[in-house]
């Protein structure tokens, strides 16, 4: 596994929280370029130390209306990755994991409504060869979602490691706003914002 320095945790410190932080805003807190910014978070990414970015998509506000964790018992074990591709093929399924405990996999889906969760059920997971059973767990409400934290030794923590988390802890707070298309300013856009605020 790579080994990730100083430099790296500061960014991701950063961009854990805001994926859309400027590297302009992320270099200034840094003390680096932005060349060095987007260089290091380009080698992060093919280390697959950091897996994704972007925009989340609220499910709700697209008609999917029930979130739904699925247990799912198979005849055995060793058809775990053989059943995997076959979920993978139910695009409302967004989460597939192996699991110890009560039931081989775990599964996170969203569907419209219950209907539709019924024939996710019903027509598609429960139809796979080797799924045995499923027990069905309903959301009523997802409370947070977040990120883990990024943890630094304290015999590393120094004066940039504490400006990176004193911004990233700005950057959680409820009054951050994301800057407009039409603000490039970075940093000095968050300032103003907060002299308003």
Known sequence: MKKVDKLDLKILQIISVDARVP????????????????????????????????YNVNPKHIGYSTCTY?????ERGSMYKEVAAELLKIPEIVECHFTTGNYTMLVKLYSRD??????LLNNRIQEINGVISTE????????????VPILVASEDEDDGMKAARKYAEKLK????IIDDPDES????????RNKKA
């Open 23 to 54: 590297f302009k805003d992320v270099a200034e807190v840094c003390g680096v370029s932005r060349a060095a910014i987007h260089q290091r978070v380009q080698r992060l990414t093919e280390a697959g130390i950091i897996t994704g970015s972007g």
């Open 70 to 74: 699925v247990g799912i018992t198979l």
């Open 173 to 176: 707070s409820p009054n951050h």
């Open 185 to 192: 300013e970075g940093v000095s856009a968050t300032k103003k």
């Open 136 to 147: 069905t767990l309903i959301s009523l409400e997802q409370s947070f979602s977040r990120q």
């Open 114 to 119: 219950n209907e539709h969760l019924m024939e």
